[in-house]
């Protein structure tokens, strides 16, 4: 079946520091690929995504590469802030049935501090 | 154009009583769907919608739960008999089905949630 696993967190890091969570995943076919981060007490915000092998999907600083050989989808950073801090989520969308259901990781806290 | 809106944000309940969600989708999206989040975990799929049609719902949704779309707008979560397990965060997402300037056909764009606490 369809899975996503991703590191244990929480993440502490300091100001400016780099940033890597790692994402694998297991699927059949083709699936998406994306990352969503959740500020405490709010939903669940797109934060990039990734359609096919070798796509590198960015955005605010945030990068990550769909790797197919590898399975994985992990997410970077060159220099994160305190603003940075949030959960972040690592999914895939299989197509099933006509539509895309979305599979979560459990999710890596990340704490930045200055 | 303002997203998916849900409404209450938060809600605290006794044991026993019913709760009833709202889910208002960004407008025009046709697919709109309900997860469930529990402390510590990533969201779980409960249900889905084309329009007003319910086309899948999860083995975690039991009998005590249901969702509907009458018009094929919004969209309710209700939950008869509230237990302790019940507590989660319960999402609300939406999609558009074909080429849309209101977002892409594989992305799922979500609400900010809606707690809930059952004491």
């Known amino acids: 079946g369809n899975s996503v696993t991703q590191m244990e967190g929480p993440v502490t890091l300091s100001e400016e520091a780099f940033l890597t969570i790692n994402c694998t995943y297991t699927?059949?076919?083709?699936?998406?690929l994306f990352w969503y981060v959740q500020y405490p007490g709010e939903g669940l915000q797109l934060l990039l995504k990734a359609t096919k092998a070798d796509d590198k999907g960015s955005n605010k600083g945030f990068e990550a590469t769909y790797r197919k050989e590898t399975t994985s989808f992990h997410l970077e950073k060159g220099s994160v802030q305190v603003s940075d801090s949030a959960v972040y989520f690592c999914?895939?969308?299989?197509?099933?049935?006509?539509?895309?259901?979305?599979?979560f990781g459990a999710g890596t806290r990340l704490a930045v501090h200055p | 154009d303002t997203g998916v809106s849900q409404d209450p944000r938060h809600k605290i309940t006794k044991r026993g009583q019913n709760v009833t969600f709202r889910c208002d989708p960004i407008s025009e999206h046709n697919r709109l769907y309900w997860y469930r989040q529990t402390l510590g975990q990533g969201p779980e799929f409960l249900t889905y919608?084309?329009?007003?049609?319910?086309?899948?719902k999860s083995r975690l949704l039991s009998d005590r739960f249901s969702a509907e779309r009458p018009k094929g707008s919004f969209s309710t979560l209700e939950i008869q008999r509230t237990e302790q397990g019940d507590s989660a965060m319960y999402l609300c997402?939406?999609?558009?089905?074909?080429?849309?300037?209101?977002?892409?056909?594989?992305?799922?764009?979500f609400g900010p949630g809606t707690r809930l606490t059952v004491l």
């Open positions: 699927a059949t076919g083709y699936p998406s």
């Open positions: 919608f084309q329009n007003e049609a319910q086309l899948e």
């Open positions: 999914a895939l969308s299989a197509f099933s049935g006509g539509y895309n259901k979305l599979i």
């Open positions: 997402a939406s999609s558009p089905t074909g080429g849309s300037l209101r977002g892409s056909t594989d992305t799922q764009y």
